[in-house]
């Protein structure tokens, strides 16, 4: 499908080189994908990355957060952007058909061996910074500032922005005046999507750890059965956002494993674990359900009779990204002086979650998070026409892949003209 061209042409300056750059990002593209790296063990990837940058004339740091990569461009007097794309991958066996698709396993943090596949688009990500700035560094006439390339590690395990800034990242490189990143997601390959304010939730995930006690299954009255406690705490928990919370408040309550006992099917076990996650688009939603949480599994444990109270362990946390007003404005005026209007989409806030927005927080600068389509704009439009865009595979999923063009052209291109804003002459 032909990407009808772009209304102006005030980045041109930046972006004439990019025809040239495609089939090395391609190839970029094609190798990330075929060798992914799970959360915190990137090290292959960041050596790409900071590859790319050091051979386009950028200082380089590496080892950030443990695997992160910070390329500095500096360019004369003007605004530092802060331009950031994540680059681990998942725990997902890959089942798409392309050539280069991963065949790669490698252990987990737990010390299992698991299948990995760059099933959320991480890949892409990273290839699209390279890619803006490889461009900046080949156009310095056209811009002054400096512009800050952030590789960022673990974003799929939450922990990877705030390792960065454990690591030092706001006191060994320059505060950014704007922070600026993008995701890859279903929707048609060509179209930006955005929008002012929250733009993905607020997340946590917790283990609950239910404490009974155990007997042979012939025996019953002698056990305090966990699966029995467990399973009425996973129907209580739905009725928190039924019940609880009113229609005009979102959330998501999921309860994504249970787990107690054995194979053996006449043991009753002494305790079952239950993992849940939560997403709100507001904190005090957020801690209300939080707060119901604890209030229903340890109201479930007394009614059973537990012996003692459950254990509730957060397993990982993401705050919410939130546009900045008068930044998005910014980037949205400068995406409508490029791109033809039906390429620029306004979304709703999505329940997929991200780290990116604690580096704005912790930084306090503004920060402006986008979303490219992945999909290709004939299978979107026929799934759409027929009712069944729901069979698109999405992020997660391990049929995800986006097209590589023009996903990637867009993706670099977003990039550019959004941070030509803050720094154009």
Not at 185 to 191: H, K, L, R, S, W
Not at 313 to 341: C, G
């Amino acid at each position: 499908m032909n990407i009808e061209k772009e209304k102006t042409r005030f980045s041109d300056s930046i972006l004439v080189n990019l025809d040239n750059l495609i089939p090395n990002l391609e190839a970029l593209y094609k190798d990330v994908h075929e060798h992914p790296e799970l959360s915190m063990q990137e090290t292959r990837t960041a050596q790409l990355a900071a590859e790319r940058l050091r051979a386009a004339g950028y200082e380089v740091t590496t080892g950030v957060g443990k695997t992160g990569v910070v390329g500095l461009l500096h360019n004369g007097n003007g605004p530092t952007v802060m331009l950031r794309a994540d680059m681990d991958a998942l725990p997902i066996e890959e089942a798409t058909s392309v050539p280069y698709a991963s065949k790669v396993k490698s252990t987990d943090s737990s010390g299992k061996t698991v299948p990995v596949s760059h099933a959320c688009g991480h890949d892409m990500h990273t290839t699209c910074l390279v890619g803006a700035a490889t461009l900046f560094a080949q156009a310095r006439e056209a811009w002054r500032g400096t512009l800050m390339a952030v590789f960022q590690p673990a974003e799929e395990t939450g922990e990877g922005a705030q390792a960065m800034i454990d690591d030092g990242l706001m006191t060994r490189f320059p505060k950014p005046d704007v922070v600026l990143g993008q995701h890859v997601m279903v929707g048609p390959a060509g179209t930006i999507g955005g929008r002012t304010g929250v733009t993905t939730s607020a997340a946590d995930s917790l283990q609950i750890r239910l404490f009974g006690r155990g007997a042979h299954g012939s025996m019953p009255q002698a056990s305090i059965d966990p699966v029995i406690m467990a399973a009425a705490t996973v129907m209580r928990l739905q009725t928190i956002v039924s019940r609880e919370l009113a229609a005009t408040e979102s959330a998501v309550v999921t309860i994504g494993s249970v787990q107690a006992g054995t194979n053996k099917e006449n043991v009753i076990p002494d305790e079952a674990i239950i993992k849940l996650n939560i997403r709100a688009f507001d904190e005090d939603v957020r801690h209300r359900i939080l707060s119901a949480i604890e209030r229903i599994v340890n109201a479930e444990a007394v009614a059973s009779g537990a012996p003692k109270p459950p254990e509730i362990t957060p397993i990982d946390h993401y705050s919410l990204v939130a546009n900045d007003q008068e930044a998005t404005r910014r980037v949205v005026d400068a995406f409508q002086q490029y791109f033809s209007d039906d390429r620029i989409r306004k979304t709703a806030p999505t329940s997929a979650s991200e780290d990116f927005g604690t580096f704005g927080t912790e930084w306090h600068a503004p920060s402006v998070f986008w979303f490219i389509g992945g999909t290709d704009p004939d299978t979107y439009a026929k799934a759409k026409e027929t009712g069944h865009l729901n069979d698109i595979p999405t992020n997660h999923n391990p049929k995800f892949l986006p097209v590589i063009h023009p996903t990637l052209e867009t993706g670099v291109k977003a990039l550019v003209i959004a941070t030509q804003s803050w720094l154009s002459v």
